[in-house]
Nanobody
Framework: VQLQASGGGLVQPGGSLRLSCTAS????????VGWYRQVPGKQRELVAE???????YYGPSVSGRFTIFRDTAKNTVDLQMNSLKPEDTAVYYC?????????WGQGTLVTVSS
């Protein structure tokens, strides 16, 4: 499975940004599909994902601000990010997981700064 992410950029605090990920395969076949993020020197953090078991998960730091969407016909997974904070600055990665194998997109940089 190949994943292509897009939509990153520079945004001011309080602003919004939408990330999009397109998968080469069917996202309906995934055990989980969603978004992670990483800042230098820290572990990759789960932001939000759809799980075949357990429904939708949001990380505690983004719950209430971010919303994850999926379109199974287009095989896309979007992340709508509102009320962005400087601490949301990171490289965001699209993730597809199936039978315990993780597939990753190339990452897209989100910078929240005034």
């Amino acid at each position: 499975v190949q994943l292509q992410a897009s939509g990153g950029g520079l945004v001011q605090p309080g602003g919004s940004l939408r990330l999009s990920c397109t998968a080469s395969g069917s996202i309906s076949s995934a055990d989980a599909v969603g978004w992670y993020r990483q800042v230098p020197g820290k572990q990759r953090e789960l932001v939000a994902e759809f799980r075949i078991i357990g429904g939708i998960y949001y990380g505690p730091s983004v719950s209430g601000r971010f919303t994850i969407f999926r379109d199974t016909a287009k095989n896309t997974v979007d992340l709508q990010m509102n009320s962005l904070k400087p601490e949301d600055t990171a490289v965001y990665y699209c993730n597809f997981r199936r039978t315990r194998i993780d597939y990753w997109g190339q990452g897209t940089l989100v910078t929240v700064s005034s």
